[in-house]
């Protein structure tokens, strides 16, 4: 599995972003997907997963902020952020898992990893 992330830019604090991720292959459907991100000088930290059956879980920093959606017949997940604070600055990766219709997500399941894209919020 191939992952491509794309949508990333500057906006100012209090606008929203939709980012997206395609991946490659015919199994997409099975895949719990997920997005992370990573500020400058910070680890890598979860941010939100949806499973193949379409349930979804957030940080609780972007809790009631950002939705994470999937477009199987495209291939893609979406994160949609809304209220983008400067905290939120980061490179956003999307990651698969397996593809083994996982009931479970944890971070050590997410296997396949996009490049990355850079959101960078001003204040």
């Known amino acids: 599995v191939q992952l491509q992330a794309s949508g990333g830019g500057l906006v100012q604090a209090g606008t929203s972003l939709r980012i997206s991720c395609t991946a490659s292959g015919r199994t997409f459907s099975r895949h719990n997907m997920g997005w992370f991100r990573q500020a400058p000088g910070k680890e890598r930290e979860f941010v939100a997963a949806i499973t193949w059956s379409s349930s979804t879980v957030y940080a609780d920093s972007v809790k009631g902020r950002f939705t994470i959606s999937r477009d199987n017949a495209k291939n893609t997940v979406y994160l949609e952020m809304n209220s983008l604070k400067p905290e939120d600055t980061a490179v956003y990766y999307c990651?698969?898992?397996?593809?083994?219709?996982?009931?479970?997500?944890?971070?050590?399941?997410?296997?396949?990893w996009g490049q990355g894209t850079l959101v960078t919020v001003s204040s």
């Open positions: 990651a698969a898992d397996q593809g083994h219709y996982d009931s479970a997500v944890a971070e050590r399941r997410f296997v396949y």
